[in-house]
């Protein structure tokens, strides 16, 4: 069992510099959440429920709000690194499952870091340059780790910029596609028409996994907890608020979509709405929406390394790593191996991934997260704590329980081994770790 000091009042310093205000925490997950999800993966829902993409949009953001009702109130109570791991450490301290829990959160930033390098390097980049993927790939990820290496406010201030670009871009597109509707084009009895091939239950459900992978930013967020001035405040409002504006924006971008162009020809874009801006007729160069929607991926990228790093580095605070995940700049106070080390295993898996299997494999992961947050805010709800915060009704995370489940159980077979791979590494590296932890405390006797 580990010294869990979650009960510090908010306003303590810890760690790490409580750089971020609530603007920069809302910037900071919308971000996360508009990025690769709706810039390259409305095809592959379109390939499930042809026209009514709307619908997955729907089912994935009712699940996301139950459980972001149980991150508010679990990000409040406990404002520290670490995320769920640190959650289901202080409900059931078994430091296996904690371990668990946070290493399959760490992963699951690695895997949707090297996805989303993954689609930087793909067609959107053909737009601009001609380059082989792979070193492309490489070449970006390095670059970012430079980013998160230099601090956290340089790292959202840098999302800041990024989310206004790929906001615009995204607004670009609803502007379009409205123009296109408005001067009798499109088709909007599209939006009901759904996969020929497909039942719609089967299409609708499929498709709200690779959806819900467009709302996971609220657990990215909490791992940057110990960062935030006054948590209990700003939380709520940066998480409701971008969740909501991100909704907003998806439900749009999926109706102009179809409106303009056929769900055939999106279910078989790699590059989906640069196809439907250039399908308006409005003669945007397709560099210039390639560079905007570079610059979307990218910020995504970003974000979900710094959030990874963040993982690592709660986890070794909480004792659940080797002490060197917890070191820090002395001058940027950025922890520096936890940075390198996800940087290495973001380059390696990307050299072997796909996007969709990645996107998937993501949302699997964090699903199992999710359910060990929603469970551990139940068991803590008769902990006390000597600051205000969030409270959310016990029948939000039970509905959430049940919701993530359903999910679950779409996924495929070939998405369930790399989850259960995840598993054997994670409980190797735990054994490992522990093992250096006895030497230690012989040595020290």
Not at 113 to 135: E, H, K, S, T
Not at 327 to 346: D, F
Request: glycine fraction near 10%; aromatic fraction near 8%.
């Amino acid at each position: 069992m580990t010294n869990d000091t979650s009960t510090t009042k908010p306003g303590t310093e810890g760690g790490l510099k409580r750089a971020i205000g609530a603007p920069l925490l809302f910037a900071f997950i919308v971000g996360d959440t508009l990025g690769a999800g709706i810039y390259t993966l409305v095809g592959t829902m379109s390939a499930d429920v042809g026209g009514v993409i709307w619908l997955p949009l729907l089912i994935a953001l009712v699940v996301a709000l139950l459980t972001a009702g149980t991150y508010a109130e679990l990000i409040t109570k406990y404002p520290h690194a670490g995320g769920a791991a640190r959650y289901v450490d202080r409900a059931f301290s078994i430091p296996y499952v904690s371990f668990l829990v946070g290493f399959l959160m760490m992963a699951s930033g690695i895997t949707t870091a090297a996805a989303l390098a993954n689609a930087f390097a793909g067609d959107y980049l053909a737009a601009l340059i001609d380059v082989p993927a792979a070193p492309a790939a490489v070449v970006f990820i390095i670059l970012l780790t430079i980013i998160n290496l230099r601090g956290v406010r340089e790292s959202l201030t840098a999302n800041l910029v990024a989310s206004v670009i790929e906001v615009s871009g995204l607004v670009l597109v609803i502007v379009l596609a409205a123009v296109v509707f408005g001067s009798g084009g499109g088709e909007p009895s599209r939006l009901l028409e759904f996969a020929p091939d497909v039942p719609p239950l089967q299409g609708a459900f499929a498709a709200s996994i690779i959806a819900f992978f467009s709302f996971l930013g609220f657990e990215a967020a909490a791992n940057m907890a110990e960062e935030v001035r006054n948590p209990s405040r700003a939380y709520p409002r940066a998480l409701f608020g971008a969740i909501g504006t991100a909704a907003v924006i998806y439900l749009l971008i999926a109706v102009g979509a179809v409106i303009v162009l056929p769900p055939a020809e999106l279910a078989v874009s790699t590059a989906p709405l640069l196809d439907v801006v250039a399908a308006t007729g409005a003669g945007i160069p397709p560099w210039l929406f390639g560079l905007i929607a570079l610059v979307a991926i990218a910020n995504g990228t970003l974000l979900f390394m710094v959030m990874a790093s963040r993982v690592g580095y709660g986890l070794a605070e909480a004792g659940l790593l080797p002490r060197a995940f917890g070191r820090v700049l002395p001058k940027r106070r950025t922890p520096v191996v936890s940075i390198l080390v996800v940087a290495g295993l973001t380059i390696g898996l990307t050299l072997l991934g796909d996007v969709s299997t990645l996107a998937e494999t993501t949302v699997l992961l964090l699903l199992l997260v999710f359910l060990s947050a929603n469970v551990s805010v139940l068991v803590l709800k008769t902990d006390i704590v000597e600051h205000a915060h969030f409270k959310v009704p016990r029948f939000v995370p039970v509905l959430a329980i049940i919701a993530s489940v359903g999910l679950l159980t779409q996924q495929t077979g070939v998405v369930w081994l790399g989850a259960l791979a995840y598993v054997a590494v994670g409980s190797v590296l735990f054994l490992l770790a522990r093992a250096g932890r006895k030497r230690e405390e012989r040595v020290s006797s």
